[in-house]
């Protein structure tokens, strides 16, 4: 024991012992940090590979959305087209022109029995009033009625200037 009491009696122990000591807890503090630092790089890299995964998981639904709403917007404009055609077609389908005047001459025929003397004057107005109907009955719901039913919405309309019309 008198060696240990006279080794640390000593100055240069002394010194060291003063030195080592500061040295031991800078060591000791620059591995505690290392040891943090270790943990705080690991959180990160985990993090890292949430936000990645996430992140492409985020990318495929969107791609997926995308790739979807492309192949509604594809699908619609073919029906568009094919709609558009179809109408066309159907415009042009013969027989539509003359459906029209036969129901604009047979009303005015049944006007003419109507009104019989002075024939070419009477066969003029009432050609005008069927023309007049037709244009009322090709719009709103009398056009509708008329798909439904072709032989309604035939008769006379009474119009501003008949002067039959108002008595």
Do not use: C, Y
Request: proline share 4%; no cysteine.
């Amino acid at each position: 024991m008198d060696f240990l009491k006279n080794l640390f009696s000593e100055p240069f122990v002394l010194g060291l012992i003063v030195g080592l000591l500061p040295a031991a807890l800078a060591w000791k503090s620059a591995l505690a940090t290392k040891f943090l630092a270790k943990k705080e790089r690991q959180k990160h890299e985990k993090e890292t590979a949430e936000l990645k995964a996430h992140l492409q998981t985020q990318l495929k639904i969107n791609a997926s959305g995308n790739d979807s709403l492309q192949k509604e917007l594809e699908q619609l404009r073919a029906q568009n087209e094919t709609l558009r055609i179809n109408l066309a077609a159907s415009q042009q389908k013969p027989g539509r022109a003359e459906m029209r005047h036969l129901q604009i001459t047979e009303t005015a025929v049944r006007t003419m029995r109507e009104q019989a003397p002075g024939f070419a004057q009477a066969w003029e107005r009432a050609m005008r009033d069927a023309e007049q109907i037709a244009e009322q009955q090709d719009s709103g719901l009398v056009k509708m009625v008329r798909r439904m039913i072709p032989s309604l919405g035939q008769g006379k309309a009474k119009t501003e200037t008949d002067p039959e019309a108002g008595a």
